[in-house]
Nanobody, 124 residues
Framework: QVQLVESGGGLVQAGGSLRLSCVAS????????MGWFRQAPGKEREFVAA????????YYTDSVKGRFTISRDNAKNSVLLQMNSLKPEDTAVYYC?????????????????WGQGTQVTVSS
């Protein structure tokens, strides 16, 4: 089992920045891909970004490219999501997720483990 705990959400004005952190515990050596998803009220959970174990390959949804950066520190079993130039449409609950299979996981159904979520609110 793997446990994930997110932190770093909050309220920020449009154009501002936030950094989300996710720390994994348990069977962390089994984790291959770590990702961030978000879910706004009344909408489905959507992919935001993902990074594989080596940290060399990263993936982003088009709406956050150039604004968000995902990074990984395997020594600390953590993944970060740096969010810059935030927009009101980025408002959502953000979830950290981990997949233990050796694949690039861009869909929520592929992930085995999830954090509890952290709220990000961007005011206009």
């Amino acid at each position: 089992q793997v446990q994930l705990v997110e932190s770093g959400g909050g309220l920020v004005q449009a154009g501002g920045s936030l950094r989300l952190s996710c720390v994994a515990s348990g069977r962390t050596l089994s984790i291959y891909t770590m990702g961030w998803f978000r879910q706004a009220p009344g909408k489905e959970r959507e992919f935001v970004a993902a990074i594989i174990r080596s940290g060399g390959n990263t993936y982003y949804t088009d709406s956050v490219k150039g604004r968000f950066t995902i990074s990984r520190d395997n020594a600390k079993n953590s993944v970060l999501l740096q969010m810059n130039s935030l927009k009101p449409e980025d408002t959502a609950v953000y979830y950290c997720a981990a997949d233990s299979y050796s694949r690039v996981s861009l869909q929520a159904a592929q992930y085995d483990y999830w954090g509890q979520g952290t709220q990000v609110t961007v005011s206009s």
